[in-house]
């Protein structure tokens, strides 16, 4: 998440047991020209396989952001399809690359041949409600060589509004042979229970539900396993 999934708070999530973090959204133009603020957001959090999101809408500066990750360390390479911001879907890039599926794709390929690195898409359910086209775009996502795929139950035009609909996921699940996670107002062992057994996904990510608490991912990750965990004060901590 842009301003809140920084190095310390993907250490702190780590540390707490989360499965799987995410760097920040990295626009890939402009790490594409060295730019500071991206190159920093590369930072490697701990020992958790480097997952390094790059948003854009060109092949080219995606296929150069993607081999600046990966000689920055990154060990996956994760697409946004997903973003509603207007300064980014005014670019084409974000949630606007569901809208040309095929355009979509040459990111992908683009990406997937830069490196030997394994690609996911993080996506929404669609642009609006009259083209949920996850399920769609997902499987040639799949085809292109995506190993996993993230679905956020809204579509670009409810940006944060209503609900997330998990059992629009099922669809996408349903439509590849890849891992599926599920995304969107998972808060804690209930919510991550019913939106699993909604879309029958894989995995659950949890965006907001984990700001200014970055053991939420592992307590509600130990929760669905069967343990109960409460991080002990001294550990919420900022490391060094
Ligand atoms: C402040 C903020 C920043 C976000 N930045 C990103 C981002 O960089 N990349 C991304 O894929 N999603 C981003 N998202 C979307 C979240 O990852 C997530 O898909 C969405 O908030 C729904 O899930 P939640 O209800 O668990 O937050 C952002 C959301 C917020 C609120």
Known sequence: MAGITDRLFRVLAERFGAGMVVSEMIASNALGVGNEEMVRKLGRPGTLPHMVQLAGCEAEWM???AKIARDAGADIIDINFGCPAKRVTNGY??????RVPDHA????DAVVSATPLPVTVKMRSGWDDDSLNAPEIARRAVDAGAQMITVHGRTRQQFYKGNARWELVRAVVEAVDVPVVVNGDIVDLATAREALQQSGAAAVMLGRGARGRPWAVGQIGDALAGKETQPAPKARRLPN
């Open 93 to 98: 890039a974000g949630s606007a690359l569901m």
């Open 63 to 65: 296929a150069r952001g």
């Open 105 to 108: 794709m040459t990111l992908i």
